[in-house]
């Protein structure tokens, strides 16, 4: 499982995260929402297409959610020791039955082409 965390679409997510708590505001809020819409929106695209989920879009999707409640939620940084640590203890059962649940659905499919992602995640903007 650790290729997940190291693809594209976690580093774009990182990329996208200010570097401290004080640095987040509605822009990233909204940047945020409209990421995990897409994942979502293009995880569905591909289930129709293809039949399966992408396990790359579900986890970062999953994860960007978990930041997003992580910050609302608890008003914490998702990124700091105390954000990581409210996140396992609030949202990981959660991340956990719903992998399990969409696990016969999901593919190891990898997105290839992050300009493409990135284009339109700005679009949204």
Do not use: C
């Not at 059962?93 to 493409?116: C, H, N, P, R, W």
């Amino acid at each position: 499982m650790e290729w997940l965390f190291d693809s594209p679409m976690v580093q774009l997510l990182e990329d996208i995260t200010p570097a401290t708590i004080e640095e987040i505001d509605e822009d990233y809020v909204q940047t945020l929402t409209e990421f995990i819409d897409q994942a979502h929106h293009e995880n569905e695209e591909h289930k129709t297409s293809i039949g399966t989920y992408r396990l790359d879009l579900f986890v970062v999707s999953e994860y960007a959610f978990m930041k997003l409640r992580t910050y609302m939620d608890g008003r914490l940084d998702p990124d700091a020791d105390e954000g990581q640590l409210y996140m396992l203890q609030n949202y990981w059962q959660e991340f956990i039955e719903s992998a399990t649940s969409a696990m016969q659905s999901l593919s190891g499919v990898v997105i290839q082409d992050m300009k493409t992602w990135q284009r339109q995640l700005q679009d949204f903007i």
